[in-house]
């Protein structure tokens, strides 16, 4: 009986994760509004009917795609942030990759929440609100304790906690599971080594504490365009 529920939780654990992740993609490029749950159950296969049997409307999907994506995230930052026992430098190093990791492997989820932000309820807006100000404050928390420790160049942690965020965010927007050859974990530990050489402290291009924040971004933004090439070159060499 204990093995016939466990199986019935799997199942329906199975079929919840592939209504949110065909939803997203189906919103990401429709739209939410211009997408139906009529759709959304064509492009699974499977009855209308069957679909309410696991959501409630596409209000309540939309506000379960955002609360995945979001608090999540705040939620795994927050504990980074928090564990002293862990060295600075490798606090933001996890702390990328996990950024990264969670959108590599679901970046229609990602893509779907910028560009639906104008279309969540009040009450999914103010919970996606506080979760990107938790994740920013989180990140904050990390550069700063990596300053202070002297593992990371004197830069805004502020500013820095942006860039960051901007370097991860970006890979929802060129990165393909389904026909990238690396997998999100070997992509989020690439973008995590050239973010920490762009502000580890003692790395060989080190900047003055008046031009530090501006250099600092300025290597992540060189890092980048460099990373965008290599995408753009190995995907035409494979068209």
């Known amino acids: 009986m204990a093995r016939r529920a466990r199986q019935s ?3 329906r654990e199975l079929v919840s994760n592939q209504i949110l992740e065909q939803s997203a993609a189906l919103f990401a490029e429709r739209g939410v509004s211009g997408t139906s749950l009529q759709e959304v ?16 409307g596409k209000d309540e999907l939309l506000a379960t795609l955002v609360r995945g ?10 504990q980074l942030a928090a564990d002293e026992s862990t060295a600075p430098l490798e606090r933001l190093r996890l702390a990328i990759v996990d950024m990264v990791v969670r959108i590599a492997s679901s970046p ?8 639906s932000e104008s279309e969540l309820d009040e009450k999914t807006a103010t919970e996606h609100r506080r979760a990107r100000r938790r994740t920013l404050e989180a ?10 420790a002297g593992a990371l160049r004197p830069a805004d942690q502020r500013t820095a906690a942006f860039a960051l965020l901007g370097m991860c965010n970006w890979v929802a927007w060129w990165y393909r599971p ?11 530990e690439t973008i995590a080594e050239i973010a920490l050489a762009g502000l580890r402290a003692g790395d060989g291009r ?13 290597l992540l933004r060189e890092d980048l365009t460099l990373l965008e090439r290599a995408v753009g070159a190995r995907r035409a060499g494979a068209a």
Request: aromatic fraction near 4%; hydrophobic fraction near 45%.
């Open 139 to 148: 990140l904050e928390r990390i550069v700063a304790a990596g300053v202070d």
């Open 69 to 78: 994506i979001t608090q999540e995230t705040a939620a795994a930052l927050e």
């Open 41 to 56: 159950a064509d492009a699974l296969q499977i009855s209308r009917t069957a679909l309410y049997h696991y959501i409630g």
């Open 178 to 188: 389904d026909r990238d050859e690396q997998p999100p974990e070997r992509v989020a």
């Open 9 to 11: 939780t799997t199942r």
């Open 206 to 218: 080190a900047a003055t504490n008046g031009d530090a924040v501006g250099h600092a971004l300025q």
């Open 108 to 115: 229609s989820r990602f893509r779907l929440l910028l560009m």
